[in-house]
């Protein structure tokens, strides 16, 4: 993990990046940095070991900073712009401000020039909030994979022979129950949080935590948010008293489509203006609309004891 030093005095030029540390590969091409200050560097270390990272990665010419810092919980955005700016670690040039993002728990800070993003994790509070943050500081890697034409589901992720299959659903739908019923050659990958992200024309999925079961807990479950599968098929669940599986139209799938997009974003969207909200809806629908005419999509119907993946074998093999 590098660490920066951002209560300097004096100005420095542009941090050289050691050429091994954290970093998230998505399948779009986009990479993340990882980068903190002493204050910060226990809680990036963790954040970045729930969400599968490990030290040693090696860091690609074209490449985002993710910057974690702690300010003030009460402190103003434009007292925390100047302390960025008087660091002079970002590039940043004079007259240009940082633009600050509120978003609950964390603050985001975006240049107009940079590529760069600063998460401001505010004062440490209890472990349940840290958790909230770690979730909170996602947005800017979904929004970043959104404008390349991605999005996030809620869904589970499981895969069979190198191919990547989603169970969507809201909460206590049926997505954790599909993933621990799993039997090889399925394999799960997550049961609560994806992000599908587009590259060339086609789509890659990558597995996120589920956050809640951190919650006054010390589990950490197994999450590798850096692997990739294609996306072979999105599934919308429905519980039933038999198992079965119905074709979704275009028009039909980018609607559920959004509505799971819109549900892994929605502890994101807590503090968005009303406006801000809108324009996120109908950019999360026109990637959704995009990724029906490409990703087969259906309603499985689950029941208890039923064996769902059968159905799935029927209509892929």
């Known amino acids: 993990m590098q660490t920066i030093d951002l209560v300097s005095n004096h100005?420095?030029?542009s941090l050289e990046l050691p050429s091994e540390t954290f970093c998230l590969s998505?399948?779009?091409g986009e990479t993340w940095v990882f980068c903190a200050n002493d204050e910060t560097l226990e809680w990036t270390n963790r954040f970045c070991k729930i969400i599968g990272l490990t030290n040693g990665a090696k860091v690609p010419h074209n490449y985002r900073r993710f910057i974690v810092i702690r300010t003030k919980r009460d402190s103003a955005d434009s007292e925390s712009s100047m302390l960025i700016e008087d660091t002079g670690f970002f590039g940043a040039s004079a007259g240009l401000a940082w633009e600050p993002i509120r978003m609950g728990p964390?603050?985001?800070f975006y240049h107009p020039n940079g590529r760069d993003v600063i998460c401001d994790i505010k004062d440490t509070m209890n472990w349940d909030i840290e958790i909230m943050r770690m979730q909170q500081s996602l947005y800017p890697i979904f929004r970043t994979a959104q404008v390349k034409g991605g999005l996030p589901f809620h869904a589970s992720l499981i895969e069979k022979n190198g191919g990547g299959f989603l169970f969507a659903a809201s909460g206590?739908?049926?997505k954790s129950t599909c993933a621990s019923r799993a039997k090889p050659p399925w394999r799960t990958l997550c049961d609560d949080s994806a992000l599908?992200?587009?590259?060339n024309g086609s789509y890659f999925a990558h597995p996120f935590p589920t956050w809640s079961t951190f919650f006054k807990k010390n589990e950490e479950p197994e999450c590798n948010s850096q692997y990739s599968v294609p996306v072979k098929a999105v599934f919308f669940l429905q519980k039933a008293s038999h198992d079965g599986i119905i074709p979704l139209g275009a028009s039909a799938a980018a609607a559920k489509s959004a509505e799971s997009a819109w549900q892994a974003y929605y502890n994101h969207t807590l503090c968005l203006s009303?406006?801000?909200k809108r324009k996120l809806r109908l950019?999360?629908?026109q990637n959704a609309l995009e990724m029906a005419k490409t990703i087969p999509m259906f309603i499985l119907r689950i029941s208890i004891s039923g064996c769902f993946w059968g159905e799935i074998d029927k209509v892929f093999e």
């Open 11 to 13: 100005r420095q030029k």
């Open 26 to 28: 998505l399948a779009d």
């Open 106 to 108: 964390v603050r985001f």
């Open 172 to 174: 206590g739908g049926g």
């Open 196 to 199: 599908i992200v587009k590259q």
């Open 274 to 276: 009303n406006a801000d």
């Open 283 to 285: 950019e999360i629908f």
